[in-house]
């Protein structure tokens, strides 16, 4: 339905004008809502919980597989997002490529810092889904922005994964491998990015986003898409 909605011609959101290239809500966001509707229904594990409410940290048995995923995950969204162009247009794929690849490598990084400054050391856990959600992030917007916003939408995702998992930890909310952070959280801020960096690399698409002169249209059609998804997406998950 919400692919309908935001890809088809006659979707409500793509008269609209949102634009969600290779799916940061199509896919990551509106799976997130999902997950989210399912945590909440299903409570927390045994054991997560403390009985002063502090989260106890249940980790992965092997974190060398755990990291082996992410790795083929970063591979394999080389396909996602520059397959996501459904035709052989070379530049076009070079450059999403080169976008993705940048808001990853970003991220990780960002991560990376932002756990060692909150939890005041370095977290591998982290610095994956940091990884994560520089790939979610760019998802929306990796054909409309130039390689350096790339990199700021990463160095953004990767600190945001890090506050969102502290914060859904907080409000109990069990997500053991952290995807309403990464998948939620990044995935409607991927959605927005579009609106604030897009430049007009593709005739007759984005054009300019808040950022570079082109006013905040974009940006309010992310943001309705945001908000519409969410209530149909979350309300018909639970």
């Known amino acids: 339905?919400?692919?309908?909605?935001?890809?088809?011609?006659?979707?409500?959101?793509?008269?609209?004008?949102?634009?969600?290239?290779?799916?940061?809500?199509?896919?990551?966001?509106?799976?997130?809502?999902?997950?989210?509707?399912?945590?909440?229904?299903l409570g927390p594990r045994i054991g997560?919980?403390?009985?002063?409410?502090?989260?106890?940290?249940?980790?992965g048995h092997n974190m060398a597989y755990t990291t082996l995923?992410?790795?083929?995950?970063?591979?394999?969204w080389f396909g996602f997002n520059p397959g996501s162009t459904m035709a052989a247009d070379w530049n076009a794929i070079a450059r999403i490529a080169t976008t993705t690849n940048t808001a990853a490598a970003a991220a990780a990084f960002s991560a990376t810092?932002?756990?060692?400054?909150?939890?005041?050391?370095?977290?591998?856990?982290?610095t994956l889904n940091g990884c994560l959600a520089g790939l979610v992030a760019i998802t929306a917007p990796c054909a409309f922005v130039s390689v350096p916003s790339s990199?700021?939408?990463?160095?953004?995702?990767?600190?945001?994964?890090?506050?969102?998992?502290l914060f859904f930890d907080k409000i109990k909310v069990d997500d053991p491998v952290g995807a309403v952070s990464v998948h939620l959280v990044c995935g409607v801020f991927g959605t927005l990015a579009v609106g604030l960096f897009a430049q007009d690399l593709i005739p007759n698409t984005?054009?300019?986003?808040?950022?570079?002169?082109?006013g905040a249209k974009l940006l309010f059609a992310q943001l309705i898409g945001v908000i519409g998804v969410g209530i149909f997406t979350f309300a018909i998950s639970m």
């Open 206 to 214: 984005t054009g300019n986003g808040l950022f570079f002169g082109g």
């Open 113 to 126: 810092l932002a756990a060692w400054w909150l939890l005041g050391k370095p977290d591998l856990s982290m």
């Open 69 to 76: 995923g992410v790795l083929i995950l970063w591979f394999g």
């Open 151 to 165: 990199l700021i939408i990463g160095l953004i995702a990767g600190t945001l994964v890090v506050f969102a998992v």
């Open 48 to 59: 997560k919980f403390g009985s002063d409410g502090k989260p106890h940290a249940i980790p």
């Open 1 to 41: 339905v919400v692919s309908h909605w935001i890809w088809h011609p006659d979707g409500w959101l793509f008269a609209r004008g949102m634009q969600d290239f290779a799916g940061s809500t199509v896919v990551h966001y509106q799976g997130a809502l999902a997950a989210l509707a399912g945590a909440l229904l």
